[in-house]
């Protein structure tokens, strides 16, 4: 299919190093296109995590550059516009979640987002529905399982509505129904992705392209028939 030929997302020659652990991203180049779905594997350690973060400017590279939507970003306020169109799942549900139930949880970004409280709630329904997750919107968060509170952040994001959905490892922590569930609604979804994921089966079904990263540079893993509509 033909893809559009503008990248949303495009970073170029990205470098990222932790004090004592050394290098873990080098000299990477990547682009998401509109109508993609782009799996992300590699080995435990490899410096998945990493790269989202930097994509979204939770970290900052030394050497290298990120831009949004055909925007530089260099500063905070930059990143924040790519934010704002651009929505993470966290790996772990824990640092997404904060408040007390799941429905004012999921309502936190629409009406920061300037929505009424009645429409807030409508959209955190209808997203939680989407999700199989009717009747959980008066539960406790912290008292939800793994796979509940990773359902949930993913209605967290998904109530954005964002352009580009960037998910760290959707897959933790649900059983084969949630999983199947997940795959569909992502599926159905128009939005471009990023996904790491280290699960074979469900990358093989989701991914229009599939990337591996191996010492500190992406490469073409596998080809995949997948196709997406872009709306
Ligand atoms: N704050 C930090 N300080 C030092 N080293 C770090 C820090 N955060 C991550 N690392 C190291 O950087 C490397 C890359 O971490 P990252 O979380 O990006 O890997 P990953 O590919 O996402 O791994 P996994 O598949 O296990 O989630 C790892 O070796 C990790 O231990």
Do not use: W
């Not at 932790?18 to 410096?47: Q, T």
């Not at 649900?174 to 599926?187: G, M, N």
């Not at 990358?203 to 080809?223: F, H, M, P």
Request: aromatic residues 6%.
């Amino acid at each position: 299919m033909a893809y559009s030929n503008k990248p949303l997302i495009k970073i170029e020659d990205l470098n990222y190093a932790y004090p004592r652990r050394g290098s873990v991203l080098n000299a990477v180049n990547f682009a998401l296109y509109e109508g993609e779905r782009v799996v992300i594997n590699g080995d435990n350690g490899a410096g998945k995590t990493t790269l989202l973060h930097l994509i979204v400017g939770l970290k900052k590279a030394k050497k290298g550059q990120v831009f949004g939507f055909g925007q530089l970003c260099k500063t905070e306020k930059e990143f924040n516009q790519l934010r704002a169109k651009a929505g993470l799942l966290f790996q772990d549900p824990d640092d997404q979640l904060f408040c007390p139930t799941v429905l004012e949880d999921v309502m936190f970004g629409p009406l920061n987002l300037g929505f009424n409280k009645q429409q807030a709630i409508e959209k955190s329904k209808q997203t939680l529905a989407s999700l199989g997750m009717q009747g959980f919107e008066s539960r406790i968060t912290h008292q939800l399982s793994g796979g509940e509170k990773r359902m949930i952040t993913l209605a967290c994001v998904l109530v954005m509505e964002p352009k580009v959905l960037i998910l760290d490892e959707p897959t933790n922590a649900l059983d084969e129904k949630a999983k199947a569930r997940l795959l569909s609604v992502l599926k159905a979804l128009p939005q471009a992705m990023i996904i790491i994921s280290h699960d074979k089966v469900f990358s093989e079904q989701l991914a229009t392209r599939q990337l591996t990263l191996k010492e500190g540079a992406l490469i073409d893993s596998e080809t995949t028939h997948n196709t997406i509509a872009v709306a």
